[in-house]
């Protein structure tokens, strides 16, 4: 057997982006590659683990979230320094920041990039002037020698029609996970109803949890014991105390608990036991959180845009709302919560539609076939 391609992965390992890297960290068959892992200082101190659950190499570099030109100049010599040593024959960069690391380094080593963007920054406000800005950017970078490997078709689409990629440098692997079973017992108090809807996202401009609070409030008007559970609220939550702030105000403390934060068996735990799970979001890559509750056989309510529209086909897995739309959402709420025949069927269809496309262990071979044909090319 010959040398095995090495692919190196950047990535400020948080949220959505963790929960990709370690999933198909998981399932790659550790046969066919060597794998290197660069990352922050203060964003995971857990290990990266292989299919045969032995640690991976890995380097911590001065990347973080948040804009600082001294510490992001610093992780660009970093990372071409290990790149000079690794000798990677692809690399893989995740999210804004570590793909224009990525993409700077690809350029001054040449080697291929894949830049995956979890949703691209530009959708990440409503200010006109930063949105221009951060599409600018990623417009320039599209230039460079690299290629999307899109988590969704939203996402290609968005890099073709918005961000300007050839077509040709667009690939997509949609996000996806292991098959979810032997759920726990909750390891924590439920201070719930036993009867209730679930959501999984933290307070702010991307979940748009406000929106759901104002639908909540709707729908209590018909249903006054209406219960809400969000899940993932305190990490990295802008918006906390704004939608505190509107729960108190519409006197819906009875009826929405914030889990401010819980295990991941404990979230699966609450998504399998709730009615139905709903999403608010203005924009995703493609949420983790809704593939989760397809797995787990769920009926969904989500808003009309990326991501969830990927995952949600509607009137046959769940309905797909436009955004905003208070009463059309509470409306769907109601519907859904009293027609069990219907739900049930949507149930089922979540399932299906989960081990077609959102499997990880039938999809898997896609993304090493895709990964095997780009290192080959630096043969």
Not at 159 to 181: G, L, M, R
Not at 249 to 271: C, G, M, P, Q, S
Not at 317 to 326: H, Q, R
Request: glycine share 4%; charged share 25%; with cysteine.
């Amino acid at each position: 057997m010959g040398k095995k391609p090495k692919i190196l992965f950047i990535s400020h390992s948080v949220g959505g982006v963790d929960v990709w890297l370690r999933l198909v960290l998981a399932n790659l068959n550790p046969n066919l590659f060597d794998i290197v892992i660069i990352h922050g200082f203060t964003d995971t101190n857990k290990v990266f683990l292989n299919k045969e659950n032995k640690p991976l190499k890995e380097y911590k570099i001065a990347i973080d979230r948040n804009l600082h030109p001294w510490k992001d100049t610093k992780a660009i010599f970093q990372t071409i320094s290990i790149v000079k040593n690794e000798k990677p024959d692809l690399i893989h960069a995740h999210s804004a920041k570590a793909g224009i690391i990525g993409r700077l380094v690809g350029v001054a080593t040449n080697t291929s990039v894949f830049y995956t963007p979890h949703a691209f920054s530009y959708l990440s406000t409503s200010n006109k002037i930063k949105r221009s800005f951060f599409l600018s950017i990623e417009r320039l970078f599209s230039k460079f020698n690299n290629k999307i490997l899109a988590t969704s078709e939203s996402e290609k689409n968005r890099a073709i029609v918005d961000v300007h990629y050839s077509p040709k440098k667009v690939i997509v692997f949609n996000n996806c996970i292991n098959e979810i079973s032997d759920i726990k017992e909750l390891s924590i108090p439920q201070t719930w109803p036993d009867e209730y809807i679930c959501s999984v996202g933290r307070p702010s401009y991307q979940k748009n949890i406000e929106f759901m609070v104002e639908v909540i409030k709707r729908v209590t008007l018909e249903k006054p014991n209406v219960h809400l559970v969000l899940m993932g609220v305190g990490f990295h939550s802008p918006n906390l105390e704004s939608v505190k702030a509107k729960i108190s105000a519409y006197n819906l403390e009875k009826n929405i608990t914030l889990l401010e934060w819980t295990e991941r068996k404990d979230v699966f735990h609450i998504i399998l036991k709730s009615r139905l799970y709903i999403s608010s979001a203005r924009y995703e890559g493609l949420p983790y959180s809704v593939i989760e509750a397809m797995a787990l056989r769920k009926a969904c309510i989500v808003t009309d845009v990326d991501g969830n529209r990927d995952l949600i086909v509607n009137n046959q897995n769940g309905l797909i709302i436009k955004e905003d739309n208070t009463n059309e959402f509470s409306n769907a709420i109601l519907e859904l919560l009293e027609d069990e025949n219907r739900r049930q069927q949507f149930e089922a269809n979540s399932l299906k539609l989960f081990n077609e496309h959102f499997n990880i262990e039938n999809t898997i071979h896609n993304l090493e076939s895709i990964y095997k044909t780009e290192a080959e090319k630096k043969s």
